[in-house]
Structure formats: C-alpha cells, structure tokens
C-alpha cells in the first residue's frame, strides 16, 4: 500500500476540488495512482466539479438566519443568476447559514468542514457543482451571537442586512431596511474607517488646491467636505429614508431604540464579473458553422 502524503491529497484537491477527505479516499483506493484517484472522484462527485472550480462566482444570494439571540448573515456565491434561484442552491445555502449561526465556524475553511447531514458542507458542495455543473462557494459571513435582539432584511436575495438592537423591533425593522437603501459604511462618524476617511480627504484636498484659494480657505474648504462625508456615510446622521425631514438617529431615539451594530452583504461586491460580448460570440460561432459547411 503506498503511502498517501499531504501534498498528494493537496495535490488532487487542486485538479478536482473534491473535499480533502474524499481526495484522501480516492488516493488510498487507487493506491497512490493519481490518474486514477481522479478517475474515482469523477465517478464519484461528477466529471464537471473539477472544471466549474476556476471559474468566477460573481452571483449568488444572501441568507439569514435568527434564533433567539443567536443569528447569521451568509453570502454563497454561484456564476449565473439563473442557479441563484435553484431549489437545491438555495437549500444548501440556508443549510449553511443556519450552520453558521449555531456552530461558530471561525472562517469559510472551517464551515466547510462542519458536518452536513451524513457527509461535509464541503461534500455536499462539490456534489453540487457536479449537479448542477455551476462553480459553487459560500464567501463570507457574519455571526452574532448572545445579542439583546436580532432583526434581518432581504432585498430579494442580493442584499441582506442583520441589525443588533435594544427597543422597538419594528424601528430596528426600518432602519435594516433603510441600511439596504441606503448602504452605510458604518453605525457612527466615529467608526468610519480611517481608511475611507484618508481617500476622501485626499481627493477633497486636491479639488480644494484646484480652487486657488488662500491655505487657511483650503483647509476649512477640505474638512467641511470631510464632514459632509462623515454625515453621509454614517447610519445615525443620514435622513431617515421614511421620513427625510429626521434623521435615523432621531427616528430612534424617538421609538426608545438603540442600534448596536449591523452587518450588510450585497451579492457580488468586491468581485470583478466577468464580461461576455454576447453579439461576438454568436458572430463567432456563425463564422466557425460557415468555415464547417464550407
């Protein structure tokens, strides 16, 4: 029996993206054959697993999960909207969340060695990917846990936000909703990332120099632009989206209701999709049937 190291079963995780556990299997059944090791997933798991894992899973959904005080945000992703509307997509995907929320998996790598049934998360989602022979991942997720209350809001299925609140449920309800519309970066002006606040300020400078005002005009010009921005992008100081004439801050305080912290993922965010030149692509296949018939 041959030995079967790490860097083999690594090895054929790469070409196949079958779960580690089943790469192990494979290897040991085909005696160290990699050839044929792959040959068993495939007959195992599916002949597409392996080729849908390169490409890019720009779509997908978002699912929440709430139980007492416990709760999850997840965002699994797919290549097409049409799967994101897949019965067995969409299973697995509120299988996962609600894994999330009860099992504390510390990163993506970990729920997917959570069990699922009689098998892993990360069987059950190259199984998947040979079903339905689309590229399936979940991306990210956010746990809260031991909260006062939990409230979500789904836009569809491409937005999904978790609010953590003290007070009114259906005050927490609107401002989960007002987060989707209207996407704060951050709970406060003083938990804006001093990243955002660095890039702002920059392009504020350089438009303010542009003004040909004296420095001392410059720099009042760039930090009330720096504070507009602040207000902009901080929930508590934005015009509540039901009532613009207060903001969400005073809508709040209002209802009793204090908002603790939030969590919004947008499907695909960050993700560069791809491109597909439809009308090239038939002109394509048109010049190679013409070159075929010809």
Same mark, same amino acid.
């Given at each position: 029996?041959?030995?079967?190291?790490?860097? #083999?079963?690594?090895?054929?995780?790469? @070409?196949?993206?079958?779960?580690?556990?089943?790469?192990?299997?494979?290897?040991?059944?085909?005696? +160290?054959?990699?050839?044929?090791?792959?040959?068993?997933?495939?007959?195992?798991?599916?002949?597409?697993?392996?080729?849908?894992?390169?490409?890019?899973?720009?779509?997908?959904? !978002?699912?929440?999960?709430?139980?007492?005080?416990?709760?999850?945000?997840?965002?699994?992703?797919?290549?097409?909207?049409?799967?994101?509307?897949?019965?067995?997509?969409?299973?697995?995907?509120?299988?996962?969340? @609600?894994?999330?929320?009860?099992?504390?998996?510390?990163? !993506?790598?970990?729920?997917?060695?959570?069990? #699922? +049934?009689?098998?892993?998360?990360?069987?059950?989602?190259?199984?998947?990917?040979?079903?339905?022979?689309?590229? &399936?991942?979940?991306?990210?997720?956010?746990?809260?846990?031991?909260?006062?209350?939990?409230?979500?809001?789904?836009?569809?299925?491409? &937005?999904?936000?978790?609010?953590?609140?003290?007070?009114?449920?259906?005050?927490?309800?609107?401002?989960?909703?007002?987060?989707?519309?209207?996407?704060?970066?951050?709970?406060?002006?003083?938990?804006?990332?001093?990243?955002?606040?660095?890039?702002?300020?920059?392009?504020?400078?350089?438009?303010?120099?542009?003004?040909?005002?004296?420095?001392?005009?410059?720099? @009042? #010009?760039?930090?009330?632009?720096?504070?507009?921005?602040? %207000?902009?992008?901080?929930?508590?100081?934005?015009?509540?989206?039901?009532?613009?004439?207060?903001?969400?801050?005073?809508?709040?305080?209002?209802?009793?209701?204090? &908002?603790?912290?939030?969590?919004?993922?947008? !499907?695909?965010?960050?993700?560069?999709?791809?491109?597909?030149?439809?009308?090239?692509?038939?002109?394509?296949?048109?010049?190679?049937?013409? %070159?075929?018939?010809?």
């Amino acid at each position: 029996m041959a030995a079967i190291s790490a860097a #083999m079963v690594g090895e054929l995780r790469a @070409k196949t993206d079958a779960p580690m556990m089943e790469c192990k299997k494979a290897l040991t059944e085909a005696d +160290g054959d990699m050839a044929r090791a792959e040959e068993i997933l495939r007959v195992k798991l599916g002949s597409k697993a392996g080729k849908a894992a390169s490409r890019v899973t720009a779509e997908g959904i !978002v699912a929440s999960f709430i139980n007492g005080t416990n709760g999850a945000l997840l965002e699994v992703n797919c290549e097409t909207d049409f799967v994101s509307k897949n019965d067995d997509f969409l299973a697995f995907t509120n299988e996962c969340v @609600k894994l999330v929320a009860e099992k504390n998996p510390a990163d !993506v790598a970990a729920l997917l060695a959570l069990p #699922m +049934g009689d098998s892993s998360v990360d069987t059950v989602r190259s199984a998947l990917i040979g079903k339905i022979g689309e590229n &399936i991942m979940p991306r990210r997720f956010k746990r809260f846990a031991d909260s006062s209350k939990l409230v979500s809001y789904l836009h569809g299925t491409r &937005i999904g936000v978790m609010v953590e609140f003290e007070g009114d449920e259906t005050a927490a309800k609107d401002v989960a909703m007002h987060i989707a519309a209207m996407k704060p970066v951050a709970l406060s002006t003083a938990d804006v990332p001093a990243e955002s606040i660095a890039i702002e300020r920059s392009v504020a400078v350089q438009k303010a120099a542009e003004s040909g005002k004296p420095p001392e005009i410059v720099e @009042k #010009m760039v930090e009330g632009s720096i504070q507009k921005y602040l %207000k902009e992008v901080s929930l508590l100081n934005q015009s509540f989206v039901k009532n613009d004439k207060q903001t969400v801050e005073q809508m709040l305080k209002a209802a009793n209701t204090t &908002i603790k912290g939030f969590t919004m993922f947008v !499907v695909g965010e960050g993700i560069e999709k791809r491109q597909d030149d439809f009308a090239a692509e038939v002109a394509a296949q048109v010049a190679a049937a013409s %070159k075929v018939s010809a």
